[in-house]
């Protein structure tokens, strides 16, 4: 676990240093609004206007400079006397601030508390009057986005206004909704209304793209489960009270548990908001909230990313096509990415040592027959080649290729490498080619993100008929695994190509802002070479999963893994569980539904999934049949489909 230690008050009297200048994170302040029934400063006849109790633009605008932060959360109602921003000096230069103040609606007026949805109809009505005049102005202004508070309840009346007046709209202002971890003063590590409060809003309205969350950070906080699920929401950034510090003779610190959900959240380039107050004793050595900025900052500086974490980084969520690999020729660049993984071909050189190793004991009067099938640009020849070396076996290799421009990248190894006599080149697909030999060890790498979704089973049907009785095929066997997922980015993202075909496609992807609702499990396995029945001899697959929701959720599809057995006990995975530290060449898969599932905690969640056949082409077939019937996604294939 990574510490930060107590910030020194008169360290942070200093200019900032260069890290926290490039710390990446956008800070904000939250200028508080004033208590219900604060009455409104009489106009000034003359100097210099004051707040009495009511914040002014120039005010929150000077404060945000002077303490070094990006933005100011700025309540925008002036109560009875509607004009907001309307004494700043600067109000005629907008686009000179609008970008950097977000406006908080008001929570009151007079001494009325608002409430958008109150069975007092006068209460429900002066609320909605006053959040379109809200709304109407941060539109007129141009600000990035106003901010409200999550309702204690269901609030359609509320949902109906955002809809219309901003989401449904030309505007571009987005709502961010400020959600407390824990709702009230509960103290319930289980306690989950704020998540279903945030639920019920998103949904009422449309789960759209521009309704976020400000995550507020409470003084007692949930269960791990609950403060992960968090990350699988459009999360805009934290609020950050400083009466979460605890203060102490040499500076402040955050509990441990806080500290780590913080550094939880870098992780997603959430931005931070600071509110409450400079504690007393530091506002008196002259100390102000760039105190806790800096707190902030070092949390970020202590963190640790691995090269492959930073590899990945311009990844994260990002949508791909699966590869069409017996359809199109894949680029050099592909080629070479899969090439610097350092995990996946070190296990190849493994397994094929110990096959190698195992064979050489009965077959002691030639050479062993080495068939790589899909040699592509030679990394499994090389690695066979040294598993050769280390086991001390004389072998005959056939790299077989149907790419023509690998092919050239293959002959020029065979010439560099000093491979002639050892390796003969094939330019053929494997499942036509006329093998000259019969092959002891037959090497490929033809899987996929759901382990058989780039046709491994029909390209090695096709090959396994040149494998001498007795033979080893690597891998031996694989299996797909499948987990229902919540995941606001990864739907939003497949909703906005607004067609049905996207919705029923699957996608290779990095899945970063997401929270398994269940843990992966077993979906179809394929075993190499094909056993005698009753193993299927159909590559068609059929098979009902159940999982148990391990907490509440929204269902936005399901997240698919795969592991494969290459020989023996040598493995390759990239399940969550049992993931090969290091491998990148695959990324999991994601399955969409078209529609949300809200998924209660102890549900049993039902799908069914088929792997299919027919007309040159394979697909895969999804629906959901519990707690809710979702459609049958993908039918005969009509949207997304790998090519034989």
């Known amino acids: 676990k990574a510490t930060v230690s107590v910030l020194n008050c008169t360290a942070l009297r200093a200019p900032q240093s260069a890290m926290a200048q490039h710390h990446g994170i956008h800070f904000g302040v939250d200028i508080e609004e004033p208590p219900m029934g604060t009455p409104v400063p009489p106009r000034p006849r003359g100097g210099k206007d004051t707040l009495r109790g009511y914040p002014l633009l120039d005010d929150a605008l000077n404060t945000m400079n002077n303490q070094e932060l990006d933005f100011v959360c700025l309540p925008m109602m002036q109560q009875h006397a509607f004009e907001p921003f309307g004494r700043s000096a600067r109000i005629l230069q907008v686009t000179s601030w609008c970008s950097m ?122 269960k791990p489960e609950i403060l992960q699920r968090w990350v699988a929401e459009p999360i805009k950034g934290l609020v950050l009270n400083t009466a979460l510090f605890s203060h102490e003779k040499d500076g402040c610190s955050l509990t441990d548990e806080h500290q780590n959900f913080l550094m939880m959240m870098h992780r997603f380039k959430s931005q931070v908001i600071l509110s409450g107050k400079v504690h007393p004793r530091l506002g008196s050595l002259g100390i102000d909230m760039r105190y806790y900025k800096n707190y902030v900052v070092n949390t970020k500086a202590t963190m640790q990313f691995t090269d492959q974490e930073r590899e990945e980084a311009p990844y994260h969520d990002y949508l791909q096509a699966p590869l069409q690999p017996l359809m199109d020729n894949l680029e050099s660049q592909t080629y070479e990415v899969f090439e610097k993984d350092p995990v996946k071909y070190a296990q190849y050189e493994e397994a094929a040592f110990q096959a190698m190793t195992d064979m050489k004991k009965e077959i002691t009067d030639r050479k062993l027959v080495l068939m790589i099938v899909g040699a592509g640009r030679g990394p499994l020849v090389k690695g066979a ?47 036509v080619w006329d093998a000259p030999d019969q092959a002891d060890i037959m090497i490929s790498e033809l899987l996929g993100s759901f382990g058989d979704n780039e ?18 095929m690597i891998p031996e066997s694989y299996r797909s ?109 994601y399955f969409p539904i078209k529609t949300p599932q809200l998924i209660k905690k102890g549900d049993t969640i039902t799908a069914t999934y088929w792997r299919i056949t027919g007309n040159g082409k394979v697909w895969y077939e999804w629906c959901m049949t519990s707690p809710q019937l979702v459609p049958v996604h993908n039918p005969n294939g009509r949207s997304y489909w790998v090519g034989l």
């Open 101 to 222: 103040v977000v406006g908080k609606v008001a929570t009151w007026s007079g001494n009325t508390k608002l409430d958008y949805d109150s069975e007092d109809q006068a209460v429900a009505q002066l609320s909605c009057d006053i959040l379109r005049k809200e709304i109407a102005y941060a539109s007129h202004s141009t600000l990035p986005a106003i901010m409200l508070e999550l309702p204690n309840k269901a609030s359609p009346n509320l949902a109906r206004i955002l809809l219309s007046t901003i989401l449904k709209s030309m505007s571009y202002v987005n709502v961010w909704v400020r959600v407390p971890l824990m709702m009230g003063d509960s103290r319930d590590p289980e306690d989950n209304t704020a998540w279903l409060m945030w639920n019920a809003l998103r949904t009422l309205c449309h789960n759209h793209n521009r309704l976020n969350v400000m995550l507020e950070v409470t003084p007692h906080l949930p």
């Open 385 to 431: 080649i040294n598993a050769a070396k280390r086991s001390q076996t004389d072998v005959k290799v056939y790299a077989v290729e149907k790419n023509p421009n690998a092919i050239v990248t293959l002959r020029g190894l065979l010439r560099s490498k000093d491979w002639e006599g050892i390796v003969e080149i094939v330019e053929s697909d494997m499942r």
């Open 455 to 472: 046709l491994s089973p029909e390209c090695l049907d096709g090959a396994e008929r040149f494998l001498r009785k007795g033979g080893v």
């Open 481 to 589: 695994y499948l987990a229902p997922l919540q995941s606001h980015k990864l739907h939003t993202d497949v909703l906005a190509y607004d067609d049905l075909t996207h919705i029923e496609t699957a996608y290779v992807v990095k899945i970063h802002s997401g929270f398994l609702i269940s843990d992966a499990k077993q979906c179809f396995e394929y075993v190499h070479p094909k056993p005698a029945l009753p193993y299927p001899q159909s590559n068609d697959r059929m098979l009902t999963i159940t999982w148990t929701a391990k907490e509440d959720a929204l269902c936005h599809g399901f997240a698919g893994y795969f592991d494969a057995t290459l020989y023996k006990d040598v493995m390759i995975s990239i399940h969550p569980e049992t993931f090969s530290e290091g491998m990148f060449s695959w990324f999991s898969i």
